[in-house]
């Protein structure tokens, strides 16, 4: 490969967020891209390894947050890997994803007008095969060329296709980069329309990375023509004069339910239970079962059947969250509450669940509880006199 090509070569890391979708295992003071993955790397911390791999180097990586406390959790996790503290920048959130591209677009041109950039977000599950690293150097092409290039995933999980962008391309015209010329967006389809795009030989899941040059489109494209109210994704991608997408076919997954980080997470072999957060576990016939516990904190959990299960610390709070995995995406739904009005207002403190007990001991002015597609569970917490925190969660009956 031509080593001066990738000196041109810049990142983008996205890296704003609320917190609400991974609730418990996430929260607005620790968005999910500073959670770590299976207790090893967090996710901004393998988008920035992917980003290596990818010949960027970290010293021209830049990574946008929209608060200060995100900014203080991209510099811990990422300046050791090399990243400039100084390339660390605060966005106002009214940009979202498409406007920060492009603030970030002119930034760069401004000290760097040749420089290919990859823009990324920050919480996506990627394994960086052959096929992934191919797609994106089709794009780093197509930008080369001056033009713009997205790239999409051929994926074959239907929840995953209700839950994401979607790009369809005129398949009967790659370019010389193996890329398609865009055709079209739909955004989150329904369950048939769904299947029918995951099946189709013209449809991707839109990642959200996007390859470009720092001058393309520079003066259609600057922030000052970036409204109040941002600029959706999809409108900006409108906007792009030629667009391509280089399709690739890899592990991905956008991590936006309890159930999909369930999915990536590291499983006992035989009865597939999950445990993350570095806290200790006790399973008794469990099944299919994501449990995590905050470091110092100890879980104890019996006949969990396909269900998440988070004790945690929220706002100096202990909180633990019971959540039926197919039905997680509720789990956005407690977190409003929570933020809102510092408890979970949902009848029962729930939501679509039913006959769950809360039961605690020296900590009831404290406790935080949730459910979510749950029932007949019962969960008891307590400080012992070292002052560790213990919960117990049991299902009564089973389903």
Not at 91 to 118: C, N, Q, W
Not at 315 to 340: C, G, M, N, Y
Not at 366 to 391: H, W
Request: glycine content about 8%; some cysteine.
């Amino acid at each position: 490969m031509d080593q001066s090509r990738h000196k041109k070569r810049r990142g983008v890391i996205i890296a704003g967020g609320s917190g609400y979708r991974l609730f418990g295992i996430s929260t607005p003071d620790r968005p999910k891209q500073f959670c770590r993955l299976n207790d090893k790397d967090t996710f901004i911390q393998a988008t920035v390894s992917r980003l290596n791999d990818l010949e960027v180097e970290p010293n021209r990586i830049m990574i946008v947050t929209t608060n200060q406390t995100q900014s203080e959790l991209a510099r811990e996790q990422t300046v050791p890997m090399g990243v400039l503290s100084q390339n660390i920048l605060e966005f106002s959130p009214h940009l979202d994803y498409a406007g920060s591209m492009v603030k970030a677009k002119e930034m760069i041109r401004a000290i760097d007008k040749d420089a290919t950039i990859i823009n990324t977000p920050s919480d996506q599950y990627i394994v960086a095969n052959e096929s992934f690293k191919e797609s994106i150097n089709n794009a780093v092409s197509v930008a080369e060329h001056n033009g713009a290039a997205l790239l999409g995933v051929k994926i074959g999980d239907l929840v995953t296709a209700m839950g994401c962008g979607h790009a369809t391309y005129d398949n009967s015209r790659p370019d010389q980069d193996g890329c398609f010329p865009v055709s079209g967006f739909i955004e989150k389809p329904s369950r048939d329309h769904a299947d029918r795009l995951m099946r189709s030989d013209n449809s991707v899941c839109n990642t959200g990375i996007l390859v470009w040059r720092a001058d393309y489109m520079a003066d259609e494209l600057n922030s000052k023509r970036i409204g109040r109210n941002g600029l959706a994704t999809d409108a900006l991608m409108k906007k792009l004069i030629g667009l391509k997408v280089a399709v690739g076919r890899f592990p991905w997954h956008d991590c936006g339910t309890l159930k999909s980080f369930y999915e990536i997470s590291k499983k006992s072999p035989n009865h597939k239970n999950a445990s993350l957060g570095g806290g200790t576990f006790e399973r008794i016939d469990c099944r299919r079962s994501l449990l995590y516990a905050e470091p110092g904190m100890e879980l104890r959990v019996a006949g969990a059947r396909d269900d998440a299960i988070i004790f945690t610390i929220i706002k100096d709070r202990p909180a633990i969250i019971v959540a039926r995995l197919d039905e997680s995406q509720h789990v956005k739904t407690l977190a409003e509450d929570f933020l809102k009005h510092d408890d979970f207002l949902s009848e029962d403190f729930s939501f679509g669940a039913r006959n769950n007990t809360v039961l605690c001991s020296n900590i009831s002015d404290d406790l935080i509880a949730g459910f979510v597609g749950v029932e007949n569970y019962a969960t008891y917490v307590t400080k012992e006199p070292d002052g560790r925190l213990v919960a117990v969660v049991s299902q009564q009956k089973r389903r």
